[in-house]
């Protein structure tokens, strides 16, 4: 039954005829012709281009493009069930739609949110006014056309955390509602961020001993980039970049989401951070984004600098506390966590 559900999908999807030979007790994978011409090297950044998929006006083709990247994966992505499966493409799905409709004012020291669903408190953090609803006050926070077309003020890194938790928000939504209710009262009660949320709510694929292929993302992923400058790096904010796979080769830009980046601009962008921070008069370390908008368009510009640069920044990152030879990618990526009764892996703080 439970692989029937699979087929079903990816019959849906239309993607049985890229599937290797297989049967009962065994898993899914692209066969080897599939996988040579369409991920070469793990390389899923031009599924969207080579299939033809238009993933921003079709949601089907952006389900199709997840499946394929996931099918793709270096090593196998095991599902506790087919309804763990299927949820999973769910919330990748609904968190590339809630990432391209993200746009926000870029803060890190002063935040704010909509007073008519949050409160803040210094010890709890942003939570949701009681009666109001999380995925509703999610969507305001973050999206302004939900509400009166204000931006409110967060870093990237707490972007991310909102984008993923709401994309989890709306699949507990359907699928397992007490657990979406426990979800709730938890954000009434005190936010869960920063290493908490990662660890709370999602699983981490990649290690600085396995690293996944530099160019090996699926849509829904959130994704880290390291600033490889050491001194820029100290800038508040500027320590790297969180942002979500949107697929397509694109990677969301929280503070101008009709400009998303490809890798290329990202991997730009942040090298040429080095080139635009300053010491203002209290004495911090700021970044002058003029000036790094002109240094990535003269790069851009110059076929052999821009490769250089590139290249430079395509390499994996150095490790924690190490600023050598790395670049910018991350060896790992991260996704939610099962959200299904009886296999739902999201353990909320007592």
């Known amino acids: 039954m439970q692989r029937r559900q699979v087929l079903d999908k990816l019959d849906e999807l239309a993607l049985l005829p890229y599937l290797a030979p297989t049967g009962p007790g065994r898993g899914f994978a692209l066969s080897t012709e599939a996988a040579h011409a369409l991920v070469d090297d793990g390389d899923t950044l031009n599924l969207c281009r080579d299939l033809g998929l238009d993933t921003a006006a079709n949601l089907v083709h952006l389900e199709r493009e997840i499946v394929l990247a996931l099918l793709a994966a ?46 803040y408190d210094e ?21 302004p056309d939900a509400g009166n077309g204000q931006m409110y003020a967060f870093s990237c890194y707490r972007a991310s955390e909102y984008v993923m938790l709401l994309g989890i928000a709306r699949e507990l939504e359907r699928v397992n509602p007490p657990l979406l209710t426990a979800l709730q009262r938890q954000w009434e009660t ?57 697929g397509n080769g694109l990677f969301s830009n929280f503070w101008q989401r009709d400009r998303p980046y490809s890798l290329v601009a990202k991997c730009l962008e942040m090298y040429h951070w080095r080139h ?43 490790g924690r506390g190490i600023y050598a030879d790395g670049g910018c990618i991350d060896f790992s990526r991260e996704f939610a966590r099962n959200v299904c009764p009886g296999t739902a892996s999201i353990a909320l703080p007592d």
Not at 283 to 295: F, P, Q, S, Y
Request: charged letters at 20%; aromatic letters at 10%; a negative charge.
């Open 123 to 143: 010890d709890r953090g942003f939570t949701i006014l009681p009666g109001q609803s999380l995925i509703e006050a999610l969507t305001l926070a973050t999206q």
């Open 190 to 246: 005190s936010a869960i961020q920063s290493g908490a949320f990662h660890d709370v709510f999602l699983v981490e694929y990649g290690s600085l001993e396995a690293p996944l292929p530099p160019r090996y993302y699926v849509p829904g992923d959130r994704v880290w980039f390291r600033n490889p400058d050491a001194l820029s790096s100290d800038a508040s904010g500027y320590e790297g970049s969180w942002v979500i796979y949107l």
């Open 74 to 119: 270096p090593r196998t992505l095991r599902f506790a069930s087919a309804a763990e499966f299927l949820s999973a493409v769910a919330i990748r799905r609904d968190i590339v739609v809630a990432a391209r409709a993200t746009q926000l004012a870029f803060g890190t020291a002063e935040a704010n949110r909509p007073q008519s669903h949050w409160t």
């Open 276 to 318: 635009g921070t300053y010491v203002d008069a209290e004495g911090d370390l700021r970044m002058n984004e003029a000036i790094v908008d002109a240094k990535v368009a003269e790069t851009a510009a110059n076929p052999a600098a821009l490769a250089t640069v590139v290249a430079r920044m395509s390499r994996l990152r150095d």
